[in-house]
Nanobody, 121 residues
Framework: QVQLVESGGGLVPPGGSLRLSCTAS????????QGWYRQVPGKERELVAT???????NYVESVKGRFTISRDSAENPVYLQMVSLKPEDTAVYYC???????????????WGQGTQVTVSS
């Protein structure tokens, strides 16, 4: 099993910044990619940003130029630097990792418990 723990959420005014961190522990995975998602009540969880094992990144259009996903060289932790935050960025942010546990050829997906980000004056 893999456990993911997010941290760094909070309340910030519009235009503010936050950095989210996601730390993994447990089984060693052959990682495919890692990502950040967000969800507001009544809506589906949406992808925010992903980073592959070879460092390629992908962002939802609404955060391009404002959010940056990165990680330490050991793939842990994974960060989401958020600047120029807007009220519409308010959500619970979840990190995930997709990879192959030892001795398997079926990819598994693991999720953290989420951290609240609120952008409000």
């Amino acid at each position: 099993q893999v456990q993911l723990v997010e941290s760094g959420g909070g309340l910030v005014p519009p235009g503010g910044s936050l950095r989210l961190s996601c730390t993994a522990s447990g089984s060693i995975l052959r990682v495919i990619d890692q990502g950040w998602y967000r969800q507001v009540p009544g809506k589906e969880r949406e992808l925010v940003a992903t980073i592959t094992s070879d460092g390629r990144t992908n962002y939802v259009e609404s955060v391009k130029g404002r959010f940056t996903i990165s990680r330490d060289s050991a793939e842990n932790p994974v960060y989401l630097q958020m600047v120029s935050l807007k009220p519409e960025d308010t959500a619970v942010y979840y990190c995930n990792v997709r990879g192959y546990p030892p001795m398997t050829s079926v990819p598994h997906v693991y999720w953290g418990q989420g951290t609240q980000v609120t952008v409000s004056s």
